[in-house]
């Protein structure tokens, strides 16, 4: 666990999350309360976010995305992305991303982090275990999860649907939704947002 939380502190530090955030909050002219007012998270949660000391969620960072109208791989690159037609990444060498909760963890692993523009964006999500729910959460776009391994409790709307190996599942992700897997489960899932990040995806977008 400690080899674990310590490789999590690690990845955090080099992908410097809190930085990119503050650059960009700053770049859109925005102080941390009209970022708190957008996103419904306090000034207090944001600022420790901004600095380094909170690891935020997926949901977390999905909403400050949205406000700060940027993509979610945004706070995952590393450096500038390779302008081109396509991008392979080739087994194990997915980049990780962690989210950490008290006793609730989930490994993502992009697998699309290479390809500037894109509309979708592809995980291969790991379940570490978990001893709580989390809060629902509903965004724009669509989904489409993918059971590797493992067993998927997944929320949506009223209903309560149980993905086993093999079993996929698409929907519209404004429905407020969550997931849940035991330690071990393992699933492909591709965001779609409907956008993107491109300054010539924005203009077709717009167009």
Do not use: C
């Amino acid at each position: 666990m400690e080899k674990r939380e310590k490789r999590q502190r690690d990845v955090l530090e080099r992908l410097n999350l809190g930085g990119k955030i503050k650059a960009l909050r700053r770049r859109k002219g925005y102080t941390l309360k009209d970022v708190s007012e957008r996103t419904g998270f306090s000034t207090a949660l944001l600022s420790q976010i901004e600095n380094n000391i909170v690891s935020p969620p997926i949901s977390t960072l999905w909403r400050i995305a949205e406000v700060l109208e940027t993509k979610l791989h945004y706070f995952f690159q590393e450096s500038p992305l390779m302008l081109r037609d396509y991008f392979v990444v080739r087994k194990g060498e997915g980049k990780p991303v962690f989210r950490q909760e008290s006793r609730y963890s989930i490994t993502y692993y992009s697998l699309g982090y290479g390809k500037e523009g894109r509309m979708m964006d592809p995980y291969l999500v790991e379940f570490s275990g978990s001893e709580e729910k989390i809060e629902p959460l509903g965004h724009v776009g669509e989904e489409f999860l993918y059971v590797l391994k493992g067993e998927l409790e997944l929320t949506y709307g009223d209903k309560t649907i149980i993905l086993k190996e093999g079993d996929a599942i698409y929907y519209d992700s404004r429905v407020m939704h969550m997931a849940r897997g035991s330690a071990g489960t393992l699933l492909l899932a591709v965001l779609y947002t409907g956008r993107s990040n491109s300054k010539e995806g924005r203009k077709k977008l717009s167009a």
